[in-house]
């Protein structure tokens, strides 16, 4: 085998190996861009959630609010009731 062979099967081997790099190096960049789309998805999923978070405890709030009157209401009926039977 000539020089000239041998340095251009080194030429090859050279490039190909620069190939692979960049073909790796674009997967590295997709994968990185999927990540971030994924990130960027379970960000919003978070920021949803916590809005929903906070509806539910204002509507839990108010439920409360509603059973407090409720109760009261409830004891009052009671009462005329019991007052009723006992005359």
Same mark, same amino acid.
């Given at each position: 085998?000539?020089?000239?062979?041998?340095?251009?099967?080194?030429?090859?081997?050279? *490039?190909?190996?620069? #190939?692979?790099?960049?073909?790796?190096? %674009?997967?590295?960049?997709?994968?990185?861009?999927? *990540?971030?789309?994924?990130?960027?998805?379970?960000?919003?999923?978070?920021?949803?959630?916590?809005?929903?978070?906070? %509806?539910?405890?204002?509507?839990?709030?108010?439920?409360?609010?509603?059973?407090? #009157?409720?109760?009261?209401?409830?004891?009052?009926?009671?009462?005329?009731?019991?007052?009723?039977?006992? #005359?």
């Amino acid at each position: 085998m000539s020089k000239l062979d041998q340095s251009m099967d080194r030429f090859f081997q050279a *490039l190909d190996s620069l #190939e692979n790099a960049v073909n790796r190096r %674009r997967i590295q960049a997709q994968s990185m861009t999927t *990540l971030e789309r994924e990130l960027s998805a379970l960000r919003e999923d978070r920021a949803q959630l916590a809005e929903e978070l906070d %509806r539910m405890k204002t509507h839990n709030k108010e439920l409360a609010t509603v059973t407090d #009157e409720v109760g009261v209401r409830l004891d009052e009926a009671i009462g005329d009731i019991q007052g009723v039977l006992n #005359e």
